[in-house]
């Protein structure tokens, strides 16, 4: 029985394999830190000028709540409460979601929903953006696998071999996301489905 079912699974992994096509030789591995997106934050270069900025978790505990923030000046305070919406929403409730406030001309700005966070960063200027962005699209990093791990940079894009996921049975699909540097637009192509369970239990390779 035990060789029947390893069998299956070797037999699983080389139909799912024949489906997707290989990520060219010019894609590099993207970092294993990056597969967290609360990592990714420090890497972001507002497109305005703002005086201070913070990502924050909706948790009542202040310094529980903040992911990072930059350097805030001396005189500056926020007080402002949380909003009751943000980006990358998991739950209801405490530590659901996400968002930025900022200091714009002496005066604060929420940032709070996926729109407002592309708005946020605008111009893509490094990787970590870039995924930024892609995950606000519902792609996301999956390092164990190049084919949800892979990208390369230009001048005008940034293309990224990211994953995309379903429950029941356990589904990862491999997309090729292409995001213009300049506008922020994202297009995507689906590179094949390269790992399915044969139940709704089976963890994830």
């Given amino acids: 029985?035990?060789?029947?079912?390893?069998?299956?699974?070797?037999?699983?992994?080389?139909?799912?394999?024949?489906?997707?096509?290989?990520?060219?030789?010019d894609f590099q591995k993207i970092p294993l830190v990056f597969d967290t997106t609360d990592y990714l934050y420090p890497f972001i270069v507002p497109d305005k000028k703002i005086d201070y900025w913070s990502v924050?978790?909706?948790?009542?505990?202040?310094?529980?709540?903040?992911?990072?923030?930059?350097?805030?000046?001396?005189?500056m305070t926020i007080n402002d409460p949380a909003p009751e919406k943000g980006f990358f929403q998991k739950c209801l409730g405490e530590n659901c979601f996400s968002y930025i406030i900022a200091c714009e001309n002496g005066k604060s700005k929420y940032f709070s929903s996926e729109q407002q966070l592309r708005e946020f960063i605008g111009f893509i200027d490094?990787?970590?953006?870039?995924?930024?962005?892609?995950e606000t699209y519902g792609y996301k990093v999956y390092t164990n696998n190049k084919l949800a791990s892979s990208y390369k940079i230009d001048a005008n894009f940034i293309y990224l071999y990211l994953s995309k996921t379903k429950n029941c049975p356990l589904t990862k699909e491999s997309f090729l996301v292409k995001i213009n540097r300049k506008t922020g637009k994202l297009e995507s192509n689906s590179n094949g489905i390269y790992f399915k369970s044969d139940d709704c239990s089976k963890p994830a390779l």
Avoid: C, W
């Avoid at 029985?1 to 030789?25: C, E, N, R, W, Y």
């Avoid at 490094?126 to 892609?134: F, Q, S």
């Fill in 56 to 75: 924050l978790r909706n948790n009542i505990d202040v310094d529980e709540a903040i992911i990072y923030e930059s350097q805030m000046p001396e005189f």
């Fill in 1 to 25: 029985m035990k060789i029947f079912t390893t069998a299956f699974f070797l037999l699983s992994g080389l139909i799912f394999s024949q489906t997707t096509k290989a990520v060219p030789d």
């Fill in 126 to 134: 490094n990787l970590p953006e870039a995924i930024l962005v892609a």
